[in-house]
């Protein structure tokens, strides 16, 4: 009688017959060598992203007099209009994207001050005039030019947010501090916010076009919103938390902060969830809920600025210019009444902040650029819907290539001549 413990076991013969019938690759003199091409894989791409975009970035600024980024975009343009970066490419570095956005929103929420609203309300209240009148501008516009309700309106959406990234690096790399440089990147903050919140919102109505059932239509939105809000508050809870742990340590908050960073967006993109929100949350509410001040000030330094580097070749490469061709007038009717309704609502505003007329007017262009930000929102709607994400992108990517290249050098120009770009020499 067989003991029951040995019926599990396998007969030793008929594993080795079954290893002897597998088909075997032949061993020949040259079996060791690579195949070609030679297949990609993550730490190839990042690093030859990163080489190619920092060749991009300083001739841009050496032989151009170009902000960096700007060599970024037209590096990944480049690439891709001569072949070397297919869309299989595009989606395989899509994940640093998310940590270069991750990273940048986490330090934009950080330097949110909501004193400062306490003390002057009327930049708040800017921050909410102007996203209502670029959103209420380009609907109404792109409605006139016979766009579809629907998708216009989510288009105004997106027109709603500025880049942070742009603003972010063009400010760090003038070295630049004043009073547009701060108001710009807190009214980023709240256009940020409301674009996407907004745009969750419309996911309703995008559902329902396409005859998703009332639990869709109704809980979807809500589950982005809510769940999002709370893996951003769950992370800066742990932040604060490891910080409280860690002691005064810069270096040891600096890695725990980059990692809970990294975890969230993984987290968010494995619920499904928005990063933007996430993180724009975890960096919020790490500030406000510090209130024993146990997270010492830190920043990201060159392993956040790598990741930039790949974020806005990967944005260059993300578009192209058949999109211009395309959707040229309405990419002009898009850009035009974005700005229209940026510039009305700060220059309404502004005045009751004790902000001069030229510094607010600098503020107008400070406010223009579009880049990753806006791309992810609509890849975000083309995952969902790719028939809706197709006229989507018409409308708004060709909007987003000009000012990819125009966005950084009028923020540029807005922060050297109010006075606020400190340029090191060795820049």
């Known amino acids: 009688m067989i003991r029951p413990e040995l019926r599990s076991v396998p007969d030793v013969r008929l594993v080795l017959q079954r290893r002897e019938s597998r088909p ?29 975009g920092v060749v991009g970035g300083e001739l841009a600024k050496r032989a151009l007099r170009l902000p960096r980024v700007v060599g970024y975009v037209l590096t990944g343009l480049l690439l891709s209009g001569v072949g070397l970066f297919d869309a299989k490419i595009v989606r395989e570095s899509w994940i640093f994207v998310d940590i270069a956005l991750g990273l940048i929103l986490f330090e934009l929420g950080r330097r949110l001050d909501f004193s400062w609203f306490r003390r002057d309300p009327w930049l708040a209240a800017t921050g909410v005039l102007e996203s209502a009148l670029s959103f209420a501008l380009v609907l109404g516009a792109l409605v006139y030019f016979d766009v579809r309700p629907i998708y216009a309106a989510v288009a105004a959406s997106i027109a709603i947010a500025t880049s942070p990234a742009v603003v972010m690096v063009v400010a760090q790399e003038l070295k630049a501090e004043g009073q547009v440089t701060e108001r710009a990147l807190s009214l980023v903050a709240i256009n940020s ?20 059932g009332w639990t869709t239509v109704l809980l979807h939105p809500v589950y982005l919103l809510a769940g999002s809000l709370l893996l951003g508050y769950l992370a800066s809870v742990s932040v604060v938390g490891l910080g409280r742990w860690l002691g005064k340590s810069e270096r040891g908050h600096s890695v725990a902060a980059l990692a809970l960073v990294i975890v969230t967006v993984g987290l968010a993109k494995a619920l499904e969830l928005s990063v933007v929100l996430s993180l724009l949350a975890f960096g919020v509410l790490s500030r406000s809920l510090d209130k024993r001040h146990d997270l010492m000030p830190f920043e990201f330094g060159r392993i956040g600025e790598m990741f930039v580097v790949v974020l806005f070749v990967v944005g260059g490469a993300t578009l192209r210019m058949d999109e211009l061709v395309t959707g040229g007038t309405l990419a002009l009717v898009f850009i035009l009444a974005r700005f229209v309704g940026k510039s009305i609502g700060v220059l309404a505003l502004t005045y009751f902040s004790g902000v001069r007329r030229g510094a607010a007017g600098l503020l107008c262009l400070a406010l223009t650029p579009m880049s990753g930000l806006a791309i992810s929102m609509v890849q975000g709607t083309t995952s969902m819907y790719p028939e809706f994400g197709a006229h989507l992108a018409a409308i708004v990517l060709s909007a987003v290539l000009i000012m990819e290249l125009v966005g950084p050098v009028a923020v540029q120009f807005a922060l050297r001549r109010a006075g606020e770009a400190v340029e090191a020499e060795n820049k």
């Open 193 to 212: 916010v409301i674009a996407y919140v907004t745009a969750t919102m419309l996911l309703a109505w995008i559902h329902h076009e396409y005859h998703a």
């Open 24 to 52: 075997t690759r032949p061993i020949t003199m040259t079996s060791f060598l690579p195949t070609f091409p030679l297949p990609t894989n993550p730490l190839l791409l990042f690093g030859l992203l990163l080489l190619a």
